[in-house]
Every structure is written in C-alpha cells, then in structure tokens.
C-alpha cells in the first residue's frame, strides 16, 4: 500500500474502488422495472381475485408468465444490489459482510422460488 | 499522505443532525419502500408457489391475501411501488444531470407524493 500513491489508488475507481459499476448496475436493472413494474401490476392485479381454476388457467398464458417471471427475476436483482448499498450505508466490518450474503441468498431463493412456481403453473 | 484510517470511518447519512426537507423525507421514504417491498416481493411469490402447489393451499393463501386484512397490505404495497417506481423515474432523469436545482428538485418531490397516492387509488379503482 505504501508505494501507491493516493491518485493512483483513486484514478477511475472512486472511494468504492469499483467505480460506477453498481451504479450501472441499478440504472439498468430500473430502466427493465420501469417497463415490467406497469405490466406486473395491471396482469397480477387482475388474476388476484380469481378462482384457483382462473388463476391457473391465466399464468398458463405466455404473456402473463413472462411478465411474472422476469419482473420476480429482474426485482429481486434490483433489491439484492439496493440493499447492498443500505446495508453498507448502517453497517461496517463482519457485520456488513454477513448481512450482504443474508440478503444476496434471500433475494435468490425469492426469485428461484417464483420461477418454480411459475415453471410448475405453466407446464 | 495515506489515509490512516481506512474501515473506521464515520457512517452515514447522520439523520439525527440535519434538518428534514422535502427532498431528503423523499429520498428516505424512497429506501423505505424499496426495503419494504421484500415483503411485498414475499408474499406474491408465496401465492404463486400456493397456486402451483395445489388447491387447498391456494385456498389457505389466497383467502389471507383476499382478505380485509390482506386487501389493506395489497394496497400499501402498491403505494410503495408507486412511491418507489417514481422516485425511481426521478433517479434516472437525475443521472442525466438535468434537475438537480432545488426548486426542480422540490417540485418533483411534491410529484412523487402527490402521484403516488393518485396512481394508487387509480390502479386501485382498475384492478
């Protein structure tokens, strides 16, 4: 560390040392949310209500499916790299370390959860 | 010359010392609701897996999500779409490097609030 100086520990990658990566990261993740959150809404708000019989037969459909499946997927992207920066913002050390996998392995099993479940509804 | 006190820095942001304004409540409410929709996130994939499970377990989930109960955290959940996706638009024009003068920033915060409770009871009155 002691031969580096600060400008070149610095240059490009800003005190995250990863740069505007996660920043990216989210911009992408939202601008795919900003599309799919509308479409989720207006698809699941009308099956929610239904019979067992109606809701089946509605995410057998393709569209309602891959609406679902892509904003269960795209979302939980979205939260596991949000609450990361939450988590950082409240949290130092081995804590922060722990919570961040806590909620990476939350974030997927939610998302894997509801692709099973879509994946067993539609075939 | 190094920064000797690398990992032991003070944490952010320090809610207790500022003032609240209009955009910070925003920007905070903005991380509430995106926090809270975990549970949101949660309970929809929970239905889903009842509805692929079998009848009798839909029956059980579907009535706690179709209740007056369930109809109340239905609807708050929706408010915290609305109030995140947004908030969420209000990022994205930001990261252009256009709005960022208070007076825009203040108005877009008061069309966040006001939006997302009219996109709210909207939505609501659709579906």
Known sequence: ?123 | MADDNRGNRPLSPHLTIYRPQLTSVTSIFARITGVALLGAAFLVVWWFLAAATGPEYFATVNGLMTSMFGDLVMFAALWAVCYHFLSGLRHLYWDTGRGLEVDVAEKMAMGVIVGSGVLTILIALIV
């Open chain 1, 1 to 123: 560390m002691a031969f580096l100086t600060d400008r070149k520990r610095a240059e490009y990658r800003g005190s995250s040392r990863t740069g505007t990566e996660h920043l990216w990261g989210q911009t992408i993740s939202a601008v795919g949310l900003a599309v799919l959150i509308p479409l989720f809404v207006l698809t699941f708000g009308g099956a929610l209500g239904g019979t067992y019989e109606e809701v089946l037969a509605y995410y057998q459909r393709p569209f309602p499916a891959i609406v679902a499946a892509m904003t269960i997927t795209v979302s939980m992207i979205h939260f596991r790299h949000g609450i990361q920066v939450v988590i950082e913002d409240y949290t130092r050390g081995l804590q922060k370390k722990f919570l961040i996998i806590l909620c990476t392995c939350i974030a997927y099993a939610i998302a894997a959860t509801g692709l099973f479940a879509l994946a067993r509804i539609a075939l």
